[in-house]
């Protein structure tokens, strides 16, 4: 599987973005699915994950409540709907996609799909 990530830009604290992320392949529906992101200076960190079906998922605590994961799994398309925005949400978001786990895992280490990155900056 390939992996594209798109939607990033420039919006206002408290504002709202949605990132995309499109797979190629057909077996998309038998993959986990995480959001990463990377701020400069600092360490890739755990975003969001969800499974196979959609069924689970999983949010770091810094975005639980203003973020939401989901996937289309016959469009091969995952998002992250990012509300609430804040200027510590800035970074290079980054989609992954496991197909080893029977969960969603919330480590990057366990990610060996790779999308590239879409820059997200919140203004204050």
């Known amino acids: 599987v390939q992996l594209q990530a798109s939607g990033g830009g420039l919006v206002q604290a408290g504002g709202s973005l949605r990132l995309s992320c499109a797979a190629s392949g057909r077996t998309f529906s038998t993959y986990n699915m995480g959001w990463f992101r990377q701020a400069p200076g600092k360490e890739r960190e755990f975003v969001a994950a969800?499974?196979?079906?959609?069924?689970?998922?999983d949010y770091a605590n810094s975005v639980k409540g203003r973020f939401t994961i989901s996937r289309d799994n016959a469009k091969n398309m995952v998002y992250l709907q990012m509300n609430s925005l804040k200027p510590e949400d800035t970074a290079v978001y980054s989609c992954?996609?496991?197909?080893?786990?029977?969960?969603?895992?919330?480590?990057?280490?366990?990610?060996?799909?790779w999308g590239q990155g879409t820059q997200v900056t919140v203004s204050s």
């Open positions: 969800i499974s196979r079906s959609g069924g689970s998922t």
């Open positions: 992954a996609a496991d197909f080893r786990f029977s969960r969603p895992p919330t480590s990057s280490i366990s990610y060996p799909v």
